[in-house]
């Protein structure tokens, strides 16, 4: 089973080698970015996403190596969200607001999201490209958040996304 999580996502490994005709004396873990560690027990942060591989390597007192130990890693990282309307301001309600929103997700890593809306007046809702009616005059913050399969997570507020002022002669 791969370890799964958000960057930064700290990753401990516990060497369960066991010894041949003599005692392990070193230790090599490469953590499929490019880094290694060479404690006996490791840890690693990884800053980036991707789907890796971490892999062992122990060598012992005769100079006999071995590279048995093999776990995949997928790391993911916070979707980029970004929300727009055509429809921010009006005089009296109600005001039909169709949002759209964008989400990048990790490359490579994970292509599923949901979205979750707070739209500043009580409501919620979930869902790509929604459309909301405001029924009583105010300004209100949207607020978006989105969540990958990983549970990698981003939210953004818009402050005063939505104004909805009667005119004053």
Known sequence: TPLTGCT????????????????????????????????QN?????????????????????GCIGEHFS??????????LSVTTEVDQWCEPPLLVPFESRVTTA?????????????GDGQTGTGDNLTHSYNSHG?????????DNYGCSTTQVYSDMISIDALVP
Not at 50 to 55: D, E, K, N, Q, R
Not at 71 to 80: E, F, R
């Open 8 to 39: 930064p996502f700290d990753v401990s490994l516990r060497d369960l080698s066991t010894q041949g005709d003599a005692p392990i004396t070193s230790w090599l873990w490469y953590w499929g970015d490019g880094q290694t560690s060479t404690e």
């Open 42 to 62: 490791a840890s690693h942060t990884y800053l980036n996403s991707g789907l890796l591989t971490v892999s062992l390597r122990v060598t012992d007192a005769n």
């Open 71 to 80: 776990q995949m890693v997928n790391v993911s990282s916070a979707p980029v």
């Open 107 to 119: 490359a490579n890593v994970s292509s599923g999201y949901t979205l979750t809306w707070n739209f």
């Open 139 to 147: 300004h209100f913050d949207v607020s978006v958040t989105a969540t």
